[in-house]
């Protein structure tokens, strides 16, 4: 399995790479093997990085098993110091798309109830997003 994290930081032009390792990605049980989209350890990639999220400007996740056939694809924007993120999640089988999916995510400041982080999640289907899950929580 080929588990590849690209990164490019605010204040640096330049990609970075970072490989994991089938242990440090998943969180897996004792005697599982590990497929495609298997349960990681941490719910965004930023988190496998010795970066604080306020320095993370994208992160590309993606991950392969050995043939390459069957594929995860994660992609992360921030903005607002990182408070805010786009993100992008496609998962292949061969040339099938089983899974594309657009999520924006926004933290801020709500006198009355402290932080409020609203997430919306669309399915990309057939060139159009369709929304599938809207919420609004207080931290």
């Not at 994290?5 to 590990?34: M, T």
């Not at 496609?90 to 409020?116: K, Y």
Request: hydrophobic share 35%; glycine share 4%.
């Amino acid at each position: 399995m080929v588990i590849q994290l690209q990164y490019k930081l605010r204040s640096e032009a330049q990609w970075h790479c970072k490989n994991l390792s089938v242990i440090e990605y998943f969180d897996l049980e004792e005697g599982e093997v590990p497929e495609v989209d298997s349960v990681p350890h941490n719910m965004h990639a930023e988190e496998y990085l010795d970066h604080s999220r306020e320095e993370v400007e994208h992160t590309l996740l993606q991950v392969a098993d050995e043939t390459g056939s069957e594929r995860l694809e994660v992609k992360e924007t921030f903005w607002s110091a990182g408070e805010n993120r786009i993100i992008e999640v496609l998962r292949t089988s061969g040339n099938d798309v089983l899974h594309n999916e657009l999520i924006i995510q926004t933290i801020r400041s709500n006198p009355a109830m402290g932080e409020e982080i609203e997430t919306v999640r669309f399915n990309r289907e057939k060139l159009c997003n369709t929304l599938n899950f809207h919420s609004i929580d207080y931290i």
